[in-house]
């Protein structure tokens, strides 16, 4: 186990170093001059265009001209360190600006799957025992609409009906709880209605299994059965699909953060792409991939636990 | 099952409760909640920050304002007048205080123009600076590298509005902001980026009447016409302009449209055959319905133009060739031009290649697509092919950059600094920075280079009235419409007035809240 282990967190490091180095050197060769993007997102207007004399000092500003290994080169070296650099258009640490966003960014993707677990497993239960009852059918329905829903149109009912029209929820901010819900709700949406989906699937395959019917016969609550024999082994598919919409959610709830003016990692960072902020990019894609990372590993640890066959080493 | 209804029973208490708790707050004493339609990620005028701090946040001023229709007037400067042809002396007005209580003198403002000068490069390449003299505490003399006329206007430009060195920390880096304008920096959140401001009540321009204005960053279009109706917000701009009207529909709300100094055009790659000939320039211009685009693209946010200045700005010249829609004319241009439609597809063509065209655009200002689109349809009524295509800025100006294009719609601002030279200068002038069409005229540079050494007010117009007379004929770029913004509020604001001068919208310190 312990050998697994190393193993498996020598290969997060490669993975991360080699997603930061594909993301720097696509940064550099997407169109578009990034001395001149910069300074569009600084001092100048969209449509204004870059007089040499400032292009040339932006670019020895932040060293643009130097070959692009080196460049990469003098990040990792930072990095490493632990100093992420500066930010080319805010002009704060990376690393400052990334604690800014981080808290919101996280109780978002918290609050979202903590939504989509808590009524996603046990709806998935419920209409796997009721099979293509009347309940289930509806419930099938409305997870399809849900799955298939575009987040942002989603977020946009739920301001009219909730905010406008009954006044419970601000519309837009980051605060206190109120301001949370919705966002969740609507960045829950998707997980919540796959969760359900897997689940009752899970369920279903798990149900039909000889040793199901054998504790059944033996005189065990179907409860007991449900809960100890049945939800342990149906859960793992849920668990993987949850874990990468996790992963999403930390880093990809872009539309919803914009809808919800929420101020986390991923607004950050397409913000930064747009501007060519290349630190700030970079600090922002390794932590939410470093994140990624963190969660899959911890999913694959789950399974030991959840399914005892499963054996790593 | 008693467990579940258990859980619903708590829910609707928790609801009830929120619903509660979200009635009790929100009763603003004299306080405007402003959805802004940018991000704010800071408060410095020098770098990049100016509008919001200027225009929005009132917090600073700068040394000289413009009138509604684009006259200079006095704001922190009381007078102004050149010494020679590279010297200017600006007289500062007495009495005015910064928001700490201290006095704003000359070397305030040498300090604020210094800095500016020094962190933001278009204030650099602008102001073209050599030395700042202070001759006593209330006046100023600016000496430039070369003669510039148009240096009263550059004055007005936000990134020089006139900080107090306290701003500045110990460590050098910037602190908290403080200024002359009607209201004082009162909280800026990093996280939320939420600008909070409160009335100055020592203002020198008179009496304040809002207590406190509060900027909320929504970037998202319909969030702020959403945040507007719940009543989140007072005060908005650019809900979406398909909504426009229905949002002015709605009880307590109301929408403005206005145009802004900025306009809808196409320039036009000269290198290009057949848009090195005149008539099928001027044929493309006929050929566009302006009055469909302003009606049915932007939703008459926006107005129809054919000139770069709107009539609002005292030196426009309103005599130039206006290109009304008219097809008949677009189509002889062309025929005369020699393009023909010879097989019958719709397409003209001459010498066997076919009408083409490729028109290129960036998607970041919400009216430029779906104007592209337009204009293809309306150009193939008269047999030309339009090829539109809508990138990120970064992409179309890169591509401008390389040749690779033949038109290309843009939103460009023509009063950043109050003078018609600044745009007709930058745009026209043969090593103008804005002029990718590669358009030279050498009377056009002749007229420029006149102006820049011209101080005579009605002298220079008239001189730039002839020049936008020839780019009128010659036209290199063809305009379409001015932009336009939608201002939404409730109509419990009041007081606002719109300034055309403004970059977005100006808030004003007569604006307050009716009970």
């Known amino acids: 186990m312990m050998g697994y282990l190393l193993k498996r967190l020598a290969f997060m490091g490669v993975t991360v170093l080699a997603v930061c180095a594909l993301t720097f050197f696509l940064m550099n060769i997407i169109p578009g001059g990034t001395a001149e993007l910069i300074l569009k997102h600084t001092v100048l207007e969209l449509e204004e265009i870059p007089t040499d004399e400032q292009i040339a000092e932006i670019s020895s500003r932040y060293n643009l001209h130097d070959p692009l290994y080196i460049q990469f080169g003098n990040w990792l070296a930072g990095a490493l360190q632990g100093d992420l650099g500066s930010s080319y258009i805010q002009k704060k640490p990376v690393s400052y600006l990334l604690l800014l966003r981080l808290p919101a960014t996280i109780q978002l993707a918290f609050a979202a799957m903590s939504i989509a677990v808590l009524i996603g497993v046990p709806l998935g ?71 359900l989906r897997m689940v009752r699937t899970g369920m279903l395959e798990v149900m039909s299994q000889p040793y199901i ?43 919803i953060e914009s809808i919800f003016a929420w101020p986390g990692v991923g607004s950050l960072l397409v913000d930064a792409i747009s501007g060519r902020d290349i630190p700030l990019v970079q600090g922002c894609v390794l932590t939410i991939v470093g994140v990624f990372v963190t969660i899959n590993l911890l999913v694959d640890l789950t399974y030991t636990y959840l399914d005892p066959r499963i054996r790593y080493g | 099952m008693n467990r579940q209804r ?17 009635a009790a707050d929100g009763s603003g004493d004299q306080t405007l909640t402003v959805g802004e339609i940018w991000d ?114 550059i004055l007005h430009y936000a990134s020089i509005a006139i900080i107090s060195p306290k701003s500045i920390g110990d460590d050098g880096e910037f602190g908290k902001l403080i200024g002359t304008g009607p209201f004082k920096l009162e909280s800026f959140d990093p996280q939320t980026h939420i600008l909070t401001v409160t009335k100055n009540d020592n203002w020198w321009g008179g ?33 979406p302009y398909s909504e426009a009207e229905r949002i002015d529909e709605i009880d307590g709300v109301n929408v403005e449209k206005y145009s802004t100094p900025r306009i809808y055009r196409i320039e036009i790659n000269l290198k290009h055959a057949p848009l ?77 290649k076919p009408l083409e065209l490729s028109l290129l655009t960036y998607i970041e200002r919400p009216g430029l697509q ?6 293809a349809g309306q150009l193939e009524d008269v047999g030309i092919k339009i090829h539109a295509e809508a990138v990120e800025n970064g992409v179309s100006s890169d591509r401008q950059k390389k040749g690779d294009w033949d038109l290309y719609l843009s939103a460009t601002n023509t009063g950043m600094v109050p003078d018609p030279l600044y745009y007709l200068g930058l745009t026209y002038g043969t090593d103008g920075s804005s002029n990718k069409a590669d358009y030279s005229n050498s009377r056009v540079d002749s007229i420029i280079r006149q102006a820049y050494e011209t101080e005579d007010q009605e002298e220079r117009i008239k ?51 009716e009970d």
Not at chain 2, 208 to 230: F, G, H, Q
């Open chain 1, 125 to 195: 239960i419920f209409c796997a025992i009721r099979e293509n009852k009347f309940t289930d059918y509806i419930l099938r329905i409305v997870t399809l609409m849900g799955v298939s829903m575009p987040g942002f149109w989603l977020a946009l009912i739920l301001i009219l009906f909730f905010s406008v029209n009954l006044k419970l929820f601000p519309v837009a901010g980051y605060g206190e709880l109120r301001y949370l819900v919705l966002p969740a709700v609507a960045l829950s949406a998707h997980s919540l209605a796959l969760t």
């Open chain 1, 213 to 255: 019917a054998f504790a059944i016969s033996k005189g065990l609550s179907p409860r007991h059965v449900i809960a100890r024999h049945a939800l342990k082994n149906a859960l793992l598919p849920a668990i993987t699909v949850l874990a990468l919409s996790l992963g999403h959610m930390l880093g990809g709830a872009v539309v």
């Open chain 2, 6 to 22: 258990n859980l619903l029973g708590r829910l609707a208490i928790l609801l009830a409760f929120i619903a509660l708790a979200n």
């Open chain 2, 40 to 153: 704010i990620e800071g408060l410095d005028p020098a770098s990049g920050h100016s509008v919001t701090v200027n225009d929005k946040a009132l917090i600073v001023e700068t040394l000289i304002g413009v009138d509604e229709s684009f006259n200079l007037k006095p704001l922190l400067a009381t007078s102004w007048k050149s010494i020679d042809d590279k010297t200017w002396e600006v007289n500062i007005r007495d009495g005015v205080k910064f928001h700490d209580g201290s006095e704003l003198t000359a070397d305030d403002v040498k300090f604020s123009i210094e800095r500016a000068n020094e962190l933001d490069l278009t204030v650099r390449s602008l102001l073209k600076l050599d030395s700042i003299e202070v001759l006593d505490p209330y006046t100023i003399r600016i000496r430039t590298t070369s003669p510039n006329s148009i240096m009263p206007a």
């Open chain 2, 207 to 239: 009496e304040v009447k809002l207590n406190r204005i509060i900027l909320k960053p929504i970037t998202d279009p319909n969030t702020r016409a959403l945040a507007l109706e719940s009543g989140d917000v007072d005060f908005t701009v650019d809900v």
């Open chain 2, 276 to 352: 090195d000939d005149a008539r099928v320039r001027q044929a493309i211009s006929s050929a566009i319905d302006r009055d469909e685009i302003a009606e049915y693209v932007l939703f008459n946010v926006g107005s129809p133009a054919t000139g770069p200045f709107m009539a609002d700005m005292f030196w426009a010249n309103e005599n130039i060739k206006s290109y009304d829609y008219d097809i008949d004319l677009a189509r002889e241009l062309l025929d005369e031009a020699g393009w023909k439609d010879s097989d019958g597809d719709g397409i003209r063509d001459k010498d066997g």
């Open chain 2, 370 to 375: 779906p104007m592209a689109e337009a204009l």
């Open chain 2, 463 to 513: 001189m730039l009235d002839e020049l936008e007379e020839i780019v009128q004929e010659d036209l290199p770029v063809i305009i379409m419409a001015n932009y336009g913004v939608a201002i939404a509020k409730k109509d419990y604001v009041k007081g606002y007035v719109f300034d055309p001068t403004a970059h977005d919208y100006r808030l004003s310190p007569d604006m307050y809240i």
